[in-house]
């Protein structure tokens, strides 16, 4: 007869178990482990010794609120002969004895999240499950250790913006492994409102990557609930901080959580991207930070962005934008709701930008479904093709009221980029949202996804005036440069044309701002196959005061042909450089021994600098916090602002230190340096 172990106490062998999950960087104080993987406990026994066979066991695994084996968040099962790990599983793997070693697996579709583990009458356990993408049945299984360090296990990373011309890296620390953020993340999950309106089935779904990821596209934007950073694009920052102030998730998130889940003011596309793809990491899920530069912002699902111009080339505002650049995130994981070809990286959007089943959220849909044009695929997946797909049709609006079509050659989805695997150099991923222009498999994806306009679309060029922007290499914030537009007479006339050359400030998404230097010429000769170079200067006189953080200024040639009437526009977006920060690690970087890093920046601008202030964070660098020094004095023109700021690195190997410079003149400058720590 089956006879129950008699059990005194336990040991959950925290240290071994998390090192064998790979979840030790949260800490060694508590059991976290991933599913479909077994881990070990040591029972010591009050009486009797373990006799396999005779010695039985009941265990009871539940996770939240009202755990149902219905719902898959409660299982029952007994000791088996040995570990099975398709499903709730648990097995003896020590001789006989007074002390058992117990190994027990969890199903590797089980829900994540907060559980407990009861054994007998007697014992009760809690532990934390996640996903588990080392684990060939768990949905987000991914079969490359590179990319599984890159994606799920690499605590910082680099974010791409500027422009597309000039795409700009910024560090960020993702910091998913330090103290507390995996607690901050299983909140958010909890404070979702489809957890608040029905919690049985929400822990249920938690099963699933795909209802996870699309959970945390709501929340972390709080648009509709308690969710965790609210985005401001316009009218300063009053009540909380520009998005450009944060170097990583983890102040964001600790904020949120110590504020009663108040959301954290303010973010904007790359901050709503870096948050989403820390927590996605923290819960086991591989996860990335994308960029698309000239994102389109199509509000009317019809793959078409319509643009509206004045008669001196300026946009007017309407709400079907083109972005500078837009962040999104991709999580790896299984469709078993599609066909397996759209297995792999899927996109979502935290951004709040349309909503989708009356939330503010988006995706995930497969990356592969966008490049195939397959938009009827769940979900959103006609707003992402049009970010990265949308034809452009530009109209003058005139004074009189009347309208007139322009010819412009603006592409959207240009450079998508993201983060190498193993290394900071950017990853240009285009290829796996789109075919290559003009190809017959671009055609078809257009076909498939009923781009009339592309389809429909002439491809050849305006075979009278043509006119692009040229610009130097060396446009740094700070200095006067010239830009340059540049006419051709494709025709075997001689033409004559009016010019308007624009420049104004510009927001990343695409809000115009002051007028930075402007020409009108009324007489623009040229004869057939000529070419004209027109400069426009730039003077920092003038355009410094009118920049925003971005560093941004649209410059814009708008051509009238007298002979024909016809109206060519050519726009590009410049972004100016920031002087470089310098760090110097002085020292040898060793676990628990405190370090300086040197850090200095030259100002760059022929004015001083008041308030200068450095700060640096980086994940198991500063203990998680962020440590900032103050100058005491203005830095002058050409002179350098230095400090030494001192940390304690508490975990060896590769780390990124990030660094911000903040000043009255010079806003939220980004460096870093990347750090070997030794045991």
Partial sequence: MAQALDIDRWNLECEFNNMDHRTDLNGMDRLIVRRGQQFTISLYLRSGDYQPGVSSLDFVAETGPQPSEKYGTRASFGLSSHVDTSCWSAAITSPPGDMVALSVCSAPDAPIGRYTLTLGRSGRIEFILLF????????????NEQSLAEYVLSQDGIIFRGSYKHPIPTPWNFGQFENGILDVCLRILDMNPKCLKNPGKDCSGRRNPIYVSRVLSAMVNCNDDKGVVLGKWSDGYEGGVSPLFWKGSVEI????DTQACQPVRYGQCWVFAAVACTISRALGIPCRVITNYLSAHDTNNNLVIERYINENGDLVQSREMIWNYHC?????????????????????????????QGVYCCGPIPVRAIKE????FKYDA?????????DVITTMKKKDGSTSKVTTTTVVGQKISTKSVGNDARDDITHLYKYPEGSDEEREAFTKANHQNKLLQQQQQNGGLHVTIKVTSDMRKGCDFDVFAVVTNNTQSDKKCRMVFGSCAVS??????????????????????????????????????LLTEDNL?????????????????????????????????LGEPKENRK???????????????????FSIEGSNLTGGRVISERMGSSVGPGQDAKVKIYFTPTHSGLRKLVVDFDSNKLCHVKGYRNVIVGK
């Fill in 373 to 376: 044009g397959e938009l009827m």
């Fill in 132 to 143: 588990n993408p080392w684990c060939p049945g768990d949905a987000v299984y991914m079969d």
């Fill in 508 to 545: 990343y998404n695409g809000f115009l701002g002051e007028n930075c230097g402007f020409k009108d010429l009324l007489n623009v000769e040229l004869s057939p196959g000529a070419e004209r170079r027109v400069p426009l200067r730039l003077n920092y006189s003038k355009y410094g005061g």
């Fill in 328 to 356: 999104w995130v991709e999580s790896w994981m299984t469709r078993p709701d599609l066909k397996s070809d759209f297995n792999g990286w899927q996109a979502s959007d935290p951004t709040p930008q349309e909503k989708s």
């Fill in 253 to 256: 998130l600790h904020n949120w």
């Fill in 382 to 390: 006609p707003f992402v093709f049009a970010e990265v797909n949308a």
């Fill in 595 to 613: 370090l300086a890093a040197e850090i200095t920046l030259q100002n760059p601008l022929p004015e001083p600098l008041e308030d200068c202030c």
């Fill in 553 to 585: 200024i649209r410059l814009a040639v708008l051509l009238l042909d007298y002979s024909t009437s016809e109206h060519v526009l050519a726009v590009r977006n410049i972004v100016l450089e920031n002087p470089e920060i310098k760090v110097r690690i």
